[in-house]
Protein backbone atom coordinates (compact mmCIF):
# COMPACT_ATOMS: atom_id res chain seq x y z
CA UNK A 1 0.00 0.00 0.00
CA UNK A 2 1.55 3.33 -0.87
CA UNK A 3 1.59 5.94 2.19
CA UNK A 4 0.27 8.77 -0.58
CA UNK A 5 2.94 11.09 0.83
CA UNK A 6 5.32 13.45 -1.50
CA UNK A 7 8.02 10.77 -2.28
CA UNK A 8 4.93 8.46 -3.60
CA UNK A 9 3.83 11.66 -5.67
CA UNK A 10 7.07 12.42 -6.97
CA UNK A 11 6.71 8.29 -8.42
CA UNK A 12 3.52 9.04 -10.03
CA UNK A 13 4.28 12.41 -11.24
CA UNK A 14 7.05 11.35 -13.38
CA UNK A 15 5.25 7.96 -14.68
CA UNK A 16 2.49 10.58 -16.07
CA UNK A 17 4.91 13.16 -17.38
CA UNK A 18 6.06 10.38 -19.52
CA UNK A 19 2.72 9.80 -20.53
CA UNK A 20 1.45 13.02 -21.18
CA UNK A 21 3.78 15.23 -23.47
CA UNK A 22 1.72 18.59 -22.51
CA UNK A 23 1.05 20.49 -19.39
CA UNK A 24 -2.85 20.82 -18.40
CA UNK A 25 -4.22 24.14 -17.55
CA UNK A 26 -7.37 22.76 -16.30
CA UNK A 27 -8.37 19.74 -14.32
CA UNK A 28 -11.90 18.78 -14.37
CA UNK A 29 -12.96 15.62 -11.91
CA UNK A 30 -16.24 13.96 -12.52
CA UNK A 31 -18.26 12.56 -9.92
CA UNK A 32 -20.76 9.69 -9.72
CA UNK A 33 -22.93 9.19 -13.20
CA UNK A 34 -20.71 12.10 -15.05
CA UNK A 35 -18.82 10.28 -16.82
CA UNK A 36 -19.55 10.33 -19.89
CA UNK A 37 -18.60 14.10 -19.46
CA UNK A 38 -15.22 13.45 -20.45
CA UNK A 39 -16.60 12.60 -24.41
CA UNK A 40 -16.09 16.42 -24.85
CA UNK A 41 -11.98 15.92 -24.71
CA UNK A 42 -10.65 15.99 -27.59
CA UNK A 43 -7.28 14.19 -28.42
CA UNK A 44 -7.14 12.08 -25.65
CA UNK A 45 -4.46 10.30 -24.45
CA UNK A 46 -6.28 7.63 -21.98
CA UNK A 47 -4.63 6.32 -18.64
CA UNK A 48 -6.28 3.79 -16.40
CA UNK A 49 -5.85 3.97 -12.51
CA UNK A 50 -4.42 0.24 -12.30
CA UNK A 51 -1.79 1.47 -14.80
CA UNK A 52 -0.34 4.66 -12.96
CA UNK A 53 1.72 3.64 -9.86
CA UNK A 54 0.21 4.89 -6.55
CA UNK A 55 -2.74 6.00 -7.88
CA UNK A 56 -5.81 4.61 -6.02
CA UNK A 57 -8.84 2.88 -7.61
CA UNK A 58 -12.35 3.56 -6.95
CA UNK A 59 -14.76 0.89 -5.53
CA UNK A 60 -17.91 3.72 -5.76
CA UNK A 61 -20.22 2.93 -8.93
CA UNK A 62 -20.19 5.05 -11.14
CA UNK A 63 -16.57 5.89 -10.78
CA UNK A 64 -14.24 4.21 -14.06
CA UNK A 65 -11.20 5.14 -12.81
CA UNK A 66 -10.08 6.66 -15.99
CA UNK A 67 -7.40 9.58 -16.40
CA UNK A 68 -8.13 11.77 -19.64
CA UNK A 69 -5.64 13.92 -21.09
CA UNK A 70 -6.56 16.13 -24.33
CA UNK A 71 -7.92 19.47 -25.04
CA UNK A 72 -11.18 21.30 -25.00
CA UNK A 73 -11.67 24.05 -27.32
CA UNK A 74 -8.03 24.16 -27.82
CA UNK A 75 -7.17 24.00 -23.71
CA UNK A 76 -5.35 21.56 -22.68
CA UNK A 77 -6.97 19.67 -20.05
CA UNK A 78 -6.83 16.42 -17.89
CA UNK A 79 -10.16 14.79 -17.16
CA UNK A 80 -10.41 12.37 -13.79
CA UNK A 81 -13.47 10.24 -14.54
CA UNK A 82 -13.81 9.41 -11.43
CA UNK A 83 -12.71 9.85 -7.31
CA UNK A 84 -12.25 8.03 -4.71
CA UNK A 85 -14.20 8.63 -1.20
CA UNK A 86 -13.53 9.07 2.26
CA UNK A 87 -16.56 6.46 2.56
CA UNK A 88 -14.72 3.55 0.50
CA UNK A 89 -12.24 3.49 3.62
CA UNK A 90 -9.54 5.01 1.88
CA UNK A 91 -7.93 8.16 4.37
CA UNK A 92 -7.27 12.06 3.68
CA UNK A 93 -4.06 11.37 2.03
CA UNK A 94 -5.54 9.30 -0.74
CA UNK A 95 -8.91 10.73 -1.09
CA UNK A 96 -6.61 13.83 -2.08
CA UNK A 97 -3.64 11.42 -3.76
CA UNK A 98 -4.91 12.78 -7.83
CA UNK A 99 -5.60 16.58 -6.42
CA UNK A 100 -1.89 16.40 -5.63
CA UNK A 101 -0.49 15.06 -8.69
CA UNK A 102 -3.29 17.28 -10.26
CA UNK A 103 -1.36 20.55 -8.39
CA UNK A 104 2.34 19.27 -9.40
CA UNK A 105 1.47 18.43 -13.12
CA UNK A 106 1.32 22.68 -13.35
CA UNK A 107 -2.60 22.66 -13.68
CA UNK A 108 -4.02 26.16 -12.73
CA UNK A 109 -8.23 25.59 -12.43
CA UNK A 110 -9.27 23.02 -10.61
CA UNK A 111 -13.00 21.88 -11.72
CA UNK A 112 -14.58 19.11 -9.18
CA UNK A 113 -18.47 17.84 -10.18
CA UNK A 114 -20.41 15.92 -8.10
CA UNK A 115 -24.12 14.51 -6.96
CA UNK A 116 -25.29 16.13 -4.17
CA UNK A 117 -28.60 15.97 -1.88
CA UNK A 118 -31.00 19.33 -2.26
CA UNK A 119 -31.20 20.64 1.19
CA UNK A 120 -33.21 24.24 -0.53
CA UNK A 121 -36.38 23.45 -2.21
CA UNK A 122 -35.92 25.76 -4.55
CA UNK A 123 -33.53 23.36 -6.24
CA UNK A 124 -35.29 20.78 -9.05
CA UNK A 125 -33.34 17.05 -9.11
CA UNK A 126 -31.07 17.63 -11.92
CA UNK A 127 -30.10 21.16 -11.70
CA UNK A 128 -26.57 22.07 -11.47
CA UNK A 129 -25.77 24.23 -9.18
CA UNK A 130 -22.28 26.64 -8.57
CA UNK A 131 -20.97 25.80 -5.12
CA UNK A 132 -20.31 29.32 -3.69
CA UNK A 133 -18.56 28.02 -0.06
CA UNK A 134 -18.32 24.33 1.92
CA UNK A 135 -19.04 22.96 5.45
CA UNK A 136 -16.84 20.35 6.12
CA UNK A 137 -18.26 17.83 8.59
CA UNK A 138 -16.43 15.09 7.79
CA UNK A 139 -14.06 15.10 10.73
CA UNK A 140 -11.54 14.98 9.32
CA UNK A 141 -8.95 17.47 7.21
CA UNK A 142 -6.49 16.31 4.59
CA UNK A 143 -3.90 18.73 5.34
CA UNK A 144 -3.44 17.14 9.05
CA UNK A 145 -0.41 15.91 9.86
CA UNK A 146 3.37 17.46 9.56
CA UNK A 147 3.37 19.95 6.78
CA UNK A 148 5.93 19.77 3.78
CA UNK A 149 6.45 23.40 3.18
CA UNK A 150 6.97 22.48 -0.90
CA UNK A 151 4.43 21.06 -1.46
CA UNK A 152 1.33 23.62 0.12
CA UNK A 153 0.78 25.96 2.24
CA UNK A 154 0.63 25.20 6.46
CA UNK A 155 -2.60 27.29 6.96
CA UNK A 156 -4.46 28.27 3.81
CA UNK A 157 -6.78 30.80 3.72
CA UNK A 158 -9.97 29.55 2.45
CA UNK A 159 -11.82 32.70 2.40
CA UNK A 160 -12.06 32.20 -1.73
CA UNK A 161 -12.53 28.54 -1.45
CA UNK A 162 -14.47 29.16 -4.90
CA UNK A 163 -12.63 31.45 -7.27
CA UNK A 164 -14.68 34.69 -7.61
CA UNK A 165 -13.93 34.69 -11.17
CA UNK A 166 -15.59 31.37 -12.01
CA UNK A 167 -18.43 31.58 -10.09
CA UNK A 168 -19.27 35.11 -12.18
CA UNK A 169 -18.96 33.19 -14.96
CA UNK A 170 -21.59 30.24 -13.79
CA UNK A 171 -23.90 33.44 -13.25
CA UNK A 172 -23.36 34.55 -16.22
CA UNK A 173 -24.54 31.13 -17.30
CA UNK A 174 -27.45 31.43 -15.28
CA UNK A 175 -26.87 29.01 -12.65
CA UNK A 176 -27.78 29.22 -9.04
CA UNK A 177 -24.97 29.13 -5.91
CA UNK A 178 -25.14 27.40 -2.98
CA UNK A 179 -23.38 25.88 -0.20
CA UNK A 180 -22.61 22.67 0.04
CA UNK A 181 -22.06 20.37 3.29
CA UNK A 182 -19.76 17.57 3.36
CA UNK A 183 -21.08 14.41 5.15
CA UNK A 184 -18.78 11.34 5.72
CA UNK A 185 -21.35 8.77 4.43
CA UNK A 186 -22.07 6.58 2.85
CA UNK A 187 -25.17 6.39 4.67
CA UNK A 188 -27.53 9.17 3.39
CA UNK A 189 -28.36 11.80 5.95
CA UNK A 190 -31.55 11.80 8.53
CA UNK A 191 -34.04 14.15 7.44
CA UNK A 192 -33.09 15.17 11.24
CA UNK A 193 -29.21 15.91 10.11
CA UNK A 194 -31.01 17.72 7.07
CA UNK A 195 -32.72 20.01 9.12
CA UNK A 196 -29.26 20.78 11.14
CA UNK A 197 -27.84 21.29 7.75
CA UNK A 198 -30.38 23.53 6.96
CA UNK A 199 -29.66 25.41 10.30
CA UNK A 200 -26.23 25.71 9.35
CA UNK A 201 -26.77 27.38 6.54
CA UNK A 202 -26.47 24.58 3.43
CA UNK A 203 -28.19 23.98 0.21
CA UNK A 204 -26.23 21.00 -0.93
CA UNK A 205 -25.53 17.56 1.15
CA UNK A 206 -22.49 15.62 -0.31
CA UNK A 207 -19.92 12.91 0.12
CA UNK A 208 -16.81 14.01 -1.20
CA UNK A 209 -15.07 17.04 -2.98
CA UNK A 210 -14.42 19.18 -0.06
CA UNK A 211 -10.85 17.32 0.98
CA UNK A 212 -9.77 17.82 -2.45
CA UNK A 213 -11.01 21.61 -2.39
CA UNK A 214 -9.12 21.94 0.26
CA UNK A 215 -6.24 20.51 -1.21
CA UNK A 216 -6.17 22.20 -3.95
CA UNK A 217 -6.20 25.44 -2.50
CA UNK A 218 -3.62 24.71 -0.24
CA UNK A 219 -1.56 23.76 -3.67
CA UNK A 220 -2.73 27.54 -5.11
CA UNK A 221 -4.96 26.28 -7.33
CA UNK A 222 -8.14 28.02 -8.73
CA UNK A 223 -10.86 26.28 -7.36
CA UNK A 224 -14.98 25.65 -8.99
CA UNK A 225 -17.42 22.97 -7.59
CA UNK A 226 -20.42 22.20 -9.61
CA UNK A 227 -23.12 20.11 -7.72
CA UNK A 228 -25.47 17.88 -9.66
CA UNK A 229 -28.44 18.30 -7.20
CA UNK A 230 -29.76 14.86 -7.72
CA UNK A 231 -32.33 14.20 -5.17
CA UNK A 232 -34.10 16.50 -2.79
CA UNK A 233 -32.28 15.16 0.51
CA UNK A 234 -33.68 12.94 2.87
CA UNK A 235 -36.79 14.28 4.71
CA UNK A 236 -37.81 16.83 2.49
CA UNK A 237 -40.70 14.43 0.70
CA UNK A 238 -41.25 12.48 3.85
CA UNK A 239 -42.74 9.68 1.37
CA UNK A 240 -39.64 9.26 -0.93
CA UNK A 241 -36.69 6.34 -0.24
CA UNK A 242 -33.35 7.62 -1.72
CA UNK A 243 -31.47 5.05 -3.53
CA UNK A 244 -27.75 5.18 -4.91
CA UNK A 245 -29.19 4.08 -8.20
CA UNK A 246 -31.70 6.88 -8.54
CA UNK A 247 -28.61 9.15 -7.79
CA UNK A 248 -26.62 7.95 -10.68
CA UNK A 249 -29.66 7.79 -13.08
CA UNK A 250 -30.39 11.31 -12.55
CA UNK A 251 -27.22 12.79 -12.79
CA UNK A 252 -26.56 10.44 -15.94
CA UNK A 253 -29.33 12.46 -17.75
CA UNK A 254 -27.67 15.86 -16.60
CA UNK A 255 -24.41 14.95 -18.04
CA UNK A 256 -24.50 16.63 -21.04
CA UNK A 257 -26.24 19.53 -19.08
CA UNK A 258 -22.76 19.76 -17.30
CA UNK A 259 -20.74 19.49 -20.26
CA UNK A 260 -22.34 22.47 -21.94
CA UNK A 261 -21.52 24.09 -18.72
CA UNK A 262 -17.92 22.89 -18.48
CA UNK A 263 -17.04 24.02 -22.38
CA UNK A 264 -19.00 27.12 -21.51
CA UNK A 265 -16.44 27.92 -18.79
CA UNK A 266 -13.19 26.55 -20.37
CA UNK A 267 -14.51 29.24 -23.56
CA UNK A 268 -13.93 31.64 -20.91
CA UNK A 269 -11.05 30.53 -19.41
CA UNK A 270 -9.78 30.66 -22.82
CA UNK A 271 -10.41 34.67 -23.30
CA UNK A 272 -8.56 35.35 -20.26
N1 LIG B 1 -26.89 13.05 0.49
C1 LIG B 1 -25.55 12.87 0.41
N2 LIG B 1 -24.91 12.65 -0.73
C2 LIG B 1 -25.65 12.60 -1.85
C3 LIG B 1 -27.05 12.77 -1.83
C4 LIG B 1 -27.69 12.99 -0.60
O1 LIG B 1 -28.92 13.16 -0.50
N3 LIG B 1 -27.47 12.67 -3.12
C5 LIG B 1 -26.37 12.45 -3.87
N4 LIG B 1 -25.27 12.42 -3.11
Same mark, same amino acid.
Given at each position: ???Y??????E????????I??????????????A??????E????LY????P?? +????A?G???RII??????????????R?HF?????????????RI?G????K??I????S????????P?????????????G???L?????D????????M????DP????I??????K???????H???F????????LR????????M??? +???I????????????????????????????????VL???????????G??????????Q?
Amino acid at each position: MPNYDYHDALETLNYMKRIIPFTPKTAIVAGSGLADVADMVEGAITLYAHMIPNW +PGSTAPGHSGRIIAGTIHGRPVIFLQGRVHFYEGYDMKAVTFPTRIIGMLGVKEYIATNASGAINTSYTPGEIVAIRDHINLMGANPLTGRNNDDWNERFPDMTHAYDPGMLKIFDGLGLKQGIYAAMHGPSFETPAEVNMLRILGADLVGMSTV +PEVITANAMGMRVAGLSCAANMAAGVDPDHTLTGQEVLEVVSKSALKMAGIITALIDRLNQE
